[in-house]
Antibody
Framework: EVQLVQSGAEVRKPGESLRISCKGS????????IGWVRQMPGKGLEWMGI????????RYSPSLQGKVTFTADRSITTAYLQWNSLRASDTAIYYC?????????????WGQGTLVTVSS | DIEMTQSPSSLSASVGERVTFTCRAS??????LNWYQQKPGEAPKLLIY???NLQSGVPSRFSGSGSGTEFTLTISSLLPEDFASYYC?????????FGQGTKLEIK
């Protein structure tokens, strides 16, 4: 069974750093892209970008380039989303999702989401 | 970036009704258009990929169609569990933008 299990909710202050995780299981982790999707409070879904754990190739949304970093550790089948300096506007639920490449790309399995709250 | 515009933003309907959601792209694109359903407090769920392909396990009352700049998701006969938000996503050109969503509510 394919599963993506994300790390728990986090509370940070502005300016602090943070890394959240997404552990994949039930499939060959290095053969599929992992995407990150942001959902700000009461808002819709925003595509942040994707990472290919096989070689750590990454694609970022231009609006987020330089603000977040995607990494992956193949040895523990885990992808990460990292901030070096959080802002209040980063408060959101963050989802990871597996991307399949047939018929275009689509997110067929999703993590449960990680709520990140940034507040002073 | 390709901007995706969904209409309507919200819709009230009754159980048993047929409903159609529309998603328009800011420029012509291929058939790489996906639809997701999201219920409150849950992660999104894939319904349709590549415009018209039903994801495994998704009921056949859901269907998708379209081409060029206009795409639709249809639910042939609403069930209580279908009341949720629906999002389209284009994967023709990065960034793979989502529409702003349509919230389907019970009338």
């Amino acid at each position: 069974e394919v599963q993506l299990v994300q790390s728990g909710a986090e509370v940070r202050k502005p300016g602090e750093s943070l890394r959240i995780s997404c552990k994949g299981s039930g499939y060959t982790f290095t053969n599929y892209w992992i995407g990150w999707v942001r959902q700000m409070p009461g808002k819709g879904l925003e595509w942040m970008g994707i990472i290919y754990p096989g070689d750590s190739d990454t694609r970022y949304s231009p609006s987020l380039q330089g603000k977040v970093t995607f990494t992956a550790d193949r040895s523990i089948t885990t992808a990460y989303l990292q901030w070096n300096s959080l802002r209040a506007s980063d408060t959101a639920i963050y989802y990871c999702a597996r991307s399949r490449g047939d018929f275009g790309n689509y997110f067929d399995y999703w993590g449960q989401g990680t709520l990140v709250t940034v507040s002073s | 970036d390709i901007e995706m515009t969904q209409s309507p933003s919200s819709l009230s309907a009754s159980v048993g009704e047929r409903v159609t959601f529309t998603c328009r792209a800011s420029r012509p694109m291929s058939s790489w258009l996906n639809w997701y359903q999201q219920k409150p407090g849950e992660a999104p769920k894939l319904l349709i990929y590549g415009t018209s392909n039903l994801q495994s396990g998704v009921p056949s009352r859901f269907s998708g169609s379209g081409s060029g700049t206009e795409f639709t998701l249809t639910i042939s006969s609403l069930l209580p569990e279908d009341f949720a938000s629906y999002y389209c996503q284009q994967t023709y050109s990065p960034p793979h933008t989502f529409g702003q969503g349509t919230k389907l509510e019970i009338k």
